[in-house]
């Protein structure tokens, strides 16, 4: 099994399919049991389970730092 992810607060995950407005990116709000994503593309928010999320990314980056 691949090793697992070290999600923070602000990252950018890619997850397999795209939301309906056409983007695959979503940062990360809030970490726990469940995740809050916030959509890249339209800027939606969504509410994910963590087990989900683990079984859909596809990539993981850190913010740029400014």
Known sequence: MAEKLNFEVGDIVKLKKPHPCGS???E?????ADFRL???GCGHQVMVAR????KNVRGL?????A
């Open 38 to 40: 916030r959509c890249l």
């Open 51 to 54: 087990k989900l999320v683990e």
């Open 28 to 32: 990360i709000l809030r970490v726990g």
């Open 61 to 65: 980056r850190k913010p740029e730092q």
């Open 24 to 26: 695959q990116e979503w």
